[in-house]
């Protein structure tokens, strides 16, 4: 969830729909950034200050992962520069992990940024969130995977975000986990649990797009209760909600969350 872009009050109904926890990727902010210095502002804002805010709001242990989002790695100066001081923010005590990485117009400075952060993620051992394009999203999504491939890395501790119908043969070719944006315009909850029937539920993971445009903060919960309303069993809906988010995450040093 892009709870940056949030208020207070969403801290507040999402822990009451039963949110103990949120992971926040680094995402594009709106209008493409101009400075190196401006993500390193954004990259204090979520590390810090959004922590601080879902403790205060609402007790939720907010976790945080850092990455050049692949739409702005087309400004080639900036992004080596941001790339260049990405460590040290992977150190910071909510971080756990590299993210969102991957692709939107499929450019060559793109496939340099992705392939430089995969790289930095297998270094330090590190989960990775990958964002697959929202146009020519298939071509995209087996670009990824094969650049994946060539990096020969964990692909354990790699979830392919934003999945639909068209691409969830091509990220099961992988070991990678597999991440579903409930999302309007994406994918929304219903077509995701006739998806979630037919494939199961290993390594699936249902995600928030809560951003600028009009989303829903608590698309988790909702598909939650759909599916029990579905006639799924409890403790395979807790599979996808919470056992399989959880086992992913927990592959980084610093998450640490606990019901």
Same mark, same amino acid.
Request: hydrophobic share 35%; charged share 35%.
């Given at each position: ?34 400075h190196? #210095? ?19 709001a609402a007790?939720?242990d907010?976790?945080v992962v850092?990455?050049? @989002?692949? =739409?702005?790695?087309? *400004?080639? #100066? &900036? ?21 969102e ?7 060559e ?5 992705f392939?430089?952060?995969?790289? &930095? ?7 990775v ?5 929202h ?6 999504t087996?670009?990824l995977v #094969? &650049?994946? =491939?060539e @990096?020969?890395?964990?692909e @354990? ?7 639909? @119908? ?11 986990w597999?991440?579903?944006?409930? *999302?309007?315009?994406?994918i929304?909850? #219903?077509?995701?649990i006739?998806?979630?029937e ?34 799924w ?5 807790k =599979? ?8 992913f ?7 640490? *969350?606990?019901?």
């Amino acid at each position: 969830m892009h709870m940056v872009s949030r208020s207070t009050s969403d801290y507040e109904r999402a822990r009451l729909a039963g949110v103990g926890c949120c992971v926040e990727p680094a995402f594009w902010s709106g209008t493409d950034k101009q400075h190196a #210095e401006s993500f390193f502002d954004y990259f204090e804002q979520i590390i810090d200050f959004e922590t601080k805010r879902a403790e205060r709001a609402a007790g939720i242990d907010h976790y945080v992962v850092v990455g050049l @989002e692949p =739409k702005e790695a087309n *400004y080639p #100066e &900036m992004a080596e520069r941001v790339m260049d001081r990405l460590p040290e923010y992977l150190d910071r005590d909510p971080v756990v992990g590299i993210g969102e990485i991957g692709l939107d117009q499929g450019t060559e400075e793109e496939e340099h940024a992705f392939r430089r952060q995969l790289r &930095m993620a297998e270094e330090r051992e590190l989960p990775v969130m990958i964002h697959t394009p929202h146009t020519s999203k298939p071509e995209g999504t087996e670009r990824l995977v #094969e &650049m994946i =491939k060539e @990096e020969d890395v964990t692909e @354990e501790r790699i979830v392919i975000d934003h999945n639909t @119908e068209n691409t969830i043969d091509i990220s099961l070719r992988t070991d990678c986990w597999i991440g579903f944006t409930l *999302y309007p315009g994406k994918i929304d909850d #219903e077509t995701t649990i006739d998806l979630l029937e037919e494939y199961g539920t290993d390594k699936m993971l249902l995600n928030s797009a809560a951003d600028w445009d009009p989303s829903d903060p608590l698309a988790v919960p909702k598909a939650r209760d759909k599916m029990l309303d579905r006639g799924w069993d409890r403790e395979e809906v807790k =599979k996808v909600v919470y056992d399989n988010p959880r086992t992913f995450f927990s592959q980084s040093p610093n998450f640490d *969350y606990e019901v």
